[in-house]
């Protein structure tokens, strides 16, 4: 697995340890941390340089590894569109590295971390995996030039892959491996919300049920599932090598918000501002193939991905990995 010490990955690490897998890390460790994956084997190294490519062949023959799921990557969209040709080349060198690695090897299964990004500027109505694939920004580009160059050089070594379309990532799973990168709605209104500020509302006259901006919001452990779920539906074949992951409901700012002031148990004022420009109403995902195909779907509620996130930032039970979470669903 690359990518592995980072927010999605660690929660696959531990959902493929718990189950009795032999798993092996490869991350530079820039935003991840080797603390989140006691247990893997890590190999700690930069797979956008010209030496992957070999490190990669050695690692996977050393280990005979037959699955490999790739989420190294940059992925601030905002610092994309300054910094181009250093997203470019992060994520589409260490991609090509990683796939020319395991060309001639045993490797049975491909993962690759795509994005909800890959769609850019989309309509109000749910967006299926058919919808145009019109990235806005530069970190766009390179998930779905990743898609294509997984494509081509899976179907010439002959390897099943898929490519997962994550919508917004939120939560964790554990207390200790939650989202450490302050980016999307989650993270942004905690931080405000521990420094006593109130939270930013951009927008609050779209045509939606609260006029603010809705967007689909999964379980970091729900996503970490779909892996697991797509590692064993390649094993069977499958129809189609994209899937969106998501929720297929999605939740507005303001009850995003809502969420934090009661996991935070404060009384939260938020501050309404202007629209941002190219911030769509609506962006929820048609989750309908995932569930028919890879048999998964969520099962983590709104307050339970904010409760999670906001304990995990307020360090509840830092000093160690702490309990799962469950869903309220599965709870007696
Ligand atoms: N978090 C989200 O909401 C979200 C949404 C859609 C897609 N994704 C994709 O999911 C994947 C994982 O995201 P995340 O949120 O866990 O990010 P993250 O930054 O927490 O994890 C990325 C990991 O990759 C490692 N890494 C980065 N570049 C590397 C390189 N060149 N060589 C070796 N290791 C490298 C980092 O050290 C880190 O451990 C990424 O591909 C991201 O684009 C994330």
Not at 127 to 156: F, H, S
Not at 286 to 292: I, K, L, N, Y
């Amino acid at each position: 697995m690359t990518g592995g010490a980072g927010y999605i990955g660690s929660h696959v690490v531990r959902l493929l340890l718990d189950r009795g897998d032999e798993v092996v890390v490869v991350d530079r460790l820039s935003t991840g941390r080797r603390e989140r994956i006691d247990g893997a084997t890590l190999l700690e190294t930069d797979l956008a340089s010209p030496t992957a490519e070999d490190e990669i062949h050695e690692i996977v023959r050393e280990h005979g590894l037959t699955g490999v799921l790739h989420f190294a990557a940059l992925k601030s969209a905002p610092e994309s569109v300054q910094e181009p040709e250093r997203y470019y080349r992060q994520n589409l060198d260490s991609l090509a590295n990683l796939l020319a690695g395991i060309r001639d090897s045993d490797v049975q299964a491909f993962v690759f971390s795509s994005s909800a990004a890959v769609y850019g500027e989309v309509s109000d109505e749910p967006v299926g995996e058919d919808a145009p694939l019109a990235p806005i920004n530069p970190y766009g580009q390179t998930k779905l030039a990743g898609e294509w160059l997984v494509r081509a050089a899976t179907a010439v070594a002959g390897i099943p892959s898929v490519s997962l379309r994550y919508f917004n990532v939120g939560g964790a799973g554990w207390p200790d491996l939650g989202d450490e990168q302050v980016g999307n709605l989650f993270s942004i209104t905690i931080e405000r919300v521990l420094r006593g500020e109130p939270p930013i509302i951009y927008g609050d006259d779209y045509a939606t049920r609260d006029g603010t901006g809705v967007r689909d919001y999964v379980h970091v452990l729900d996503v970490a599932e779909a892996h697991l779920a797509a590692l064993g539906a390649l094993r069977g074949g499958l129809q189609h090598d994209v899937y969106n992951i998501g929720t297929g409901t999605g939740a507005s700012v303001r009850e995003v918000i809502d969420a934090v002031a009661a996991a935070s148990g404060r009384l939260l004022h938020p501050v309404v501002s202007e629209r941002r420009p190219g911030d769509p109403a609506s962006v929820v995902a048609d989750v309908s193939r995932a569930s028919r195909e890879l048999a998964w779907r969520s099962r983590y509620s709104l307050s339970e991905m904010v409760e999670s996130a906001w304990n995990a930032r307020a360090g509840a039970a830092r000093s160690g990995a702490g309990e799962r979470i469950r869903p309220e669903a599965e709870q007696s």
